[in-house]
């Protein structure tokens, strides 16, 4: 079993950024897919980006529009998810999950271990 805790979140003005975490446990992030997923108020949770088994990134261009850097810590067995120039589009609460298998999935219904979520809050 994975653990995942996700400190943080915050409030931040439009143009601003905002550093996301995700602390794992009880696995190494090594040989997961590690990947967030945010959702909006009423709205499912959509695919943001994902760290693959080996270290490759896919990201969804249409939910972050290149301005996210996904980043791991092995040291601290921590996952990243940095974003840049954020409106309030991007307002939502921010989940880190994982799956065990040798590809990305943009499905959330293809992970099975979910972080508690953290708020992100974007003001115009």
């Known amino acids: 079993q994975m653990q995942l805790v996700e400190p943080g979140g915050g409030l931040v003005q439009a143009g601003g950024s905002l550093r996301l975490s995700c602390a794992a446990s009880g696995r190494t992030i090594t040989n997961w897919i590690t990947a967030w997923f945010r959702q909006a108020p009423g709205q499912a949770r959509v695919f943001v980006g994902a760290i693959d088994r080996s270290g490759g990134i896919e990201m969804n261009t249409d939910s972050v529009k290149g301005r996210s850097t996904f980043s791991r810590d092995y040291a601290n067995n921590t996952v990243y998810l940095q974003m840049y120039d954020l409106g309030p589009g991007d307002t939502g609460v921010y989940y880190c999950?994982?799956?065990?298998?040798?590809?990305?999935?943009?499905?959330?219904?293809?992970?099975?271990?979910w972080g508690q979520g953290t708020r992100g809050t974007v003001s115009s």
């Open positions: 999950a994982a799956r065990y298998m040798p590809y990305v999935s943009r499905n959330a219904m293809e992970y099975g271990f």
